[in-house]
């Protein structure tokens, strides 16, 4: 259903985590996280991303339960290396599991994951989750020996942070986002030299977006907080429809300067 390495177009993911965020600061059931997923698809979006927190925050458990049921694109489930995150996994198996850092006192996810310093317990956590048929990503930084690592401890695939190279952006350090912007493009090509599928994503905007969208070892782009945050003035399809064009048009233009090479 979703092309692989060998296809060059660029897969979107939406991260429908904060439409859950607003649903939650009035306890209600709107907005519906599947409604926006629903929207999302329909905009071009190739699958959703949603991150089962610990403490559940914004995203919840009958959230995980009506996506698997009433979605018709691919669930990738961003969760922490957890023995009860792991029984949720096991019991839903959607189509992909990212693994990724979870503090409780962050707003968002701050960093990379620190493979080398769990490869054991990340191995562990890892396995079982392989052998019931799920795709395995590890959200890392830019950082050739956390993606060699996140390789070992079975990872098919690598998300590479891109937080820092947007905060240089917002903060205008033209120096920063340029040395930012090649460490991304040498751990895309390093991850995708031994294998792995590359991944990237955490705050993207239409602003950020096609550096990113132009490296062509990246496969798949996964957005959500700058998305929805959009959705409150331009609604989610337009939303999405933009970022996708964004996404397209970087990805025709190295396209066409590999095949004329």
């Known amino acids: 259903m979703i092309p692989q390495n060998g ?5 979107l993911g939406v991260n429908i985590d904060h439409v859950a965020t607003v649903r939650n600061a009035r306890g209600s059931h709107y907005p519906n996280p599947l409604q926006a997923a629903r929207l999302a698809q329909s905009a071009g979006a190739d699958g959703i991303t949603a991150h089962l927190r610990e ?11 009506e996506l698997m049921e009433g979605l018709h694109l691919p669930l990738n489930l961003e969760l922490a ?39 054991d317990r990340l191995a562990r ?6 052998e019931a048929g799920c795709r395995i990503s590890i959200f890392v ?12 401890v079975g990872a098919e695939i690598v998300e590479l942070h891109t ?12 120096a920063a986002l340029s040395h930012e912007l090649q460490r991304v493009a040498s751990a895309a090509s390093f991850a995708a030299s031994i294998g792995l599928e ?10 950020t977006v096609k550096p990113i969208a132009a490296l062509p070892e990246i496969v798949e782009l ?40």
């Open 7 to 11: 296809d060059r177009k660029l897969r």
């Open 55 to 65: 403490d559940r925050r914004h995203i919840s458990d009958q959230d995980i339960f």
């Open 81 to 119: 290396a957890t023995d009860e995150m792991q029984a949720i996994a096991l019991k839903h198996r959607p189509h992909a599991l990212c693994i990724v850092p979870e503090k409780r006192e962050e707003v968002t996810t701050e960093s990379g994951l620190d493979v080398i310093g769990q490869k």
């Open 125 to 130: 956590f890892v396995a079982p989750l392989r």
């Open 141 to 152: 930084n830019a950082d050739d020996k956390q993606i060699e690592c996140a390789q070992a």
């Open 163 to 174: 937080g820092a190279y947007c905060h240089y952006a917002i903060e205008g350090d033209k």
């Open 198 to 207: 590359v991944h990237a994503g955490h705050g993207l905007t239409y602003d």
């Open 222 to 261: 996964n957005i959500g907080h700058f998305l929805v945050s959009e959705a409150i003035f331009r609604g989610l399809v337009d939303a999405v429809t933009e970022m996708r064009r964004l996404m397209d048009e970087a990805r025709c233009e190295i396209n066409s300067l590999i095949e004329g090479s």
